[in-house]
């Protein structure tokens, strides 16, 4: 059985050629109850709106791994350190619709797990498609949180905070947000994301600078750091992102 065999195949999903270079620029055609669709690849919410249509379009369509690339990646790594994450609590950002979550739950027997995500319909679609998968789901932007809900994550202690596919090209966690999650997790966690080297994005130029910063300042104590198969483009190619894990000093 593959990695993604459980993700049911609803729709019969094309994609068309891509009118640019920006993996923002991917759209594609769904037949869905008789009717025809077109749908951006990042417009999240009008994804989301639809079971299944997202994991269906990322990862059966454009063969996306990053989820068990990323568990893949994280699991030997914490045996290296003597880290045991069955007993992990950990804040997913960016959690979406919950196919990294899955494999946090299935593969890396995560002991608790909540999601964050500033999508209403991404929370919506955990639930409708994974129902039960994460002990507490929160919308909010994470560049400006309440105080409530600041002082109820803070209050987690979180082992791990992580995030997969969520990063860069303008419509993603910025810097600012990453910033935040790091302050989220305790001394000690363990902080896990990828980010896409040597692209002119400005958002991805940022992040790898934040990230360069906060090795060289000891505050992230880099474990691991390669590159992992991501997807393919809606024109055929292949995309790459550094898989980063660390610890907070």
Avoid at 48 to 59: E, F, Q, T
Avoid at 144 to 150: M, T, V
Avoid at 199 to 220: F, H, R, S, Y
Wanted: glycine content about 10%; some cysteine.
């Amino acid at each position: 059985m593959g990695a993604y065999d459980y993700i049911p195949k609803l729709y019969n999903v094309r994609f068309e050629a891509p009118e640019s270079g920006r993996q923002s620029d991917e759209y594609f055609l769904a037949d869905i109850d008789g009717e025809t669709r077109r749908f951006n690849i990042h417009n999240y919410d009008n994804l989301y709106s639809v079971p299944w249509l997202y994991d269906i379009s990322i990862y059966h369509n454009l063969g996306c791994e990053t989820p068990t690339e990323m568990s893949g990646a994280i699991a030997p790594v914490w045996r290296e350190n003597d880290a045991d994450g069955s007993g992990f609590s950990m804040l997913e950002l960016g959690a979406g619709s919950g196919a990294f979550g899955h494999e946090l739950r299935h593969t890396l027997k995560m002991k608790r797990l909540v999601g964050l995500d500033i999508s209403a319909p991404a929370s919506q679609a955990a639930e409708r498609d994974r129902p039960g998968l994460y002990d507490a789901y929160h919308v909010a932007d994470l560049t400006a949180l309440s105080p409530e809900l600041r002082a109820e994550l803070e209050a987690e202690k979180f082992d791990v905070v992580g995030l997969a596919s969520a990063t860069g090209w303008g419509n993603h966690i910025p810097v600012g947000g990453f910033e935040v999650g790091f302050e989220l997790l305790r001394s000690g966690g363990w902080f896990i994301f990828h980010v896409k080297p040597n692209d002119p994005d400005p958002e991805c130029v940022a992040l790898n600078d934040w990230v360069n910063d906060k090795i060289a300042t000891g505050a992230l104590v880099e474990k691991y750091r390669k590159s992992h198969f991501h997807r393919k483009s809606s024109g055929g190619g292949d995309i790459y992102y550094d898989v980063v894990i660390g610890v907070k000093a």
